[in-house]
C-alpha cells in the first residue's frame, strides 16, 4: 500500500536556514525525517492493522533508498536504510532522532537520546551502505558554572602545559568534543572515567579540559552542561 506522505510547515528549532524550506515527515513512533524540496517520495505502509509501521520511499540515481524509523528497546531511537533495484538490501543503520535527507545523497543527523550533547554529523549513501563523514571535532555549544576547580591545559586528558585554574562557579563555554564515541573506552581519559572538551573562559583563553559527565545514576565532574542523556 503507498500512501503519498504528509509534509508539514514546521521545523525544528535546531535547523540552519539552509533546510529551513525542507518538508518534515513524520514516520509512526516518532521519526522525524526533513527531507530537500527536490525529493519526491511516498509512503508504504507495512505490518498488520494494529502493529504497522511506514517506509519512507524516494529515488536516488538509479536505486530507490527506504528508510524505516526504529524507536528501539528502551527509546533508542535509529533509522534503518535499504537500497533496491529488485529486492531490499540493508545498507545500514544511523543512530540519531532527527534525519535531513538532501537530494544528493547526503544525511545530517541531529542526536541526543545517548549522547552527552546534542551530536551533529554528515552521512552519505552510496553503494557500499551509509557511512559517516568523519569531522576532526564535534560542536557542542553549550554554557554553565563550574560546579569544581576546572584545569585547562594545551592537550587533552590532562596532557600539556597548563593554560588556566578556574575555580568553582565559572562561567564556561564548552565549544567542541574530540571525534569519539561512547563504546570508544580508548578516547577516553584516565582509564574510561572521563572525557575531554575544548572551553573558552569568559576572558578568551581556550584549552582542553577533562570531566566526567553526569548521568541519571549520579553526579559528574566539573562540567554540569556535560551529561549523559540515556541509561
Not at 56 to 67: A, N, R
Not at 77 to 100: C, H, Q, R, V
Not at 188 to 202: D, H, N, P, R, Y
Amino acid at each position: 500500500m503507498f500512501l503519498q506522505g504528509n509534509a508539514s510547515n514546521c521545523h525544528s528549532s535546531d535547523l540552519p536556514n539552509t533546510f529551513k524550506n525542507y518538508k518534515e515527515v513524520r514516520l509512526k513512533n516518532g521519526g522525524n525525517i526533513y527531507l530537500s524540496p527536490n525529493i519526491s517520495y511516498k509512503l508504504e505502509k507495512t505490518g498488520g492493522p494494529e502493529f504497522f509501521d511506514y517506509f519512507l520511499i524516494f529515488e536516488l540515481g538509479q536505486s530507490e533508498v527506504k528508510v524505516q524509523f526504529e524507536e528501539g528497546p528502551s527509546y533508542d531511537p535509529g533509522y534503518i536504510f535499504y537500497m533496491s533495484s529488485n529486492t531490499d538490501i540493508f545498507k545500514g543503520y544511523l543512530s540519531a532522532n532527527e534525519i535531513i535527507i538532501d537530494e544528493f545523497g547526503f544525511v545530517y543527523s541531529i542526536s541526543y537520546t545517548n549522547q552527552y550533547f546534542l551530536k551533529k554529523a554528515k552521512y552519505i549513501i552510496d553503494k557500499d551502505g551509509i557511512r559517516e563523514i568523519k569531522q576532526p571535532f564535534y560542536s557542542v555549544n553549550r554554557s554553565c558554572d563550574t560546579n569544581g576547580q576546572l584545569i585547562l591545559t594545551t592537550k587533552p586528558c590532562s596532557e600539556g602545559e597548563v593554560i588556566a585554574q578556574l575555580p568553582k562557579g565559572t562561567f564556561i563555554k564548552v565549544l567542541l568534543a574530540r571525534d569519539w564515541d561512547y563504546l570508544e573506552q580508548d578516547k577516553w581519559c584516565k582509564g574510561g572515567e572521563e572525557i575531554s572538551f575544548l572551553v573558552e573562559t569568559q576572558f578568551g583563553l581556550i584549552g582542553w579540559a577533562d570531566t566526567k559527565p553526569s548521568s541519571v545514576y549520579g553526579t559528574g565532574g566539573p562540567i554540569p552542561c556535560i551529561y549523559y542523556q540515556g541509561d
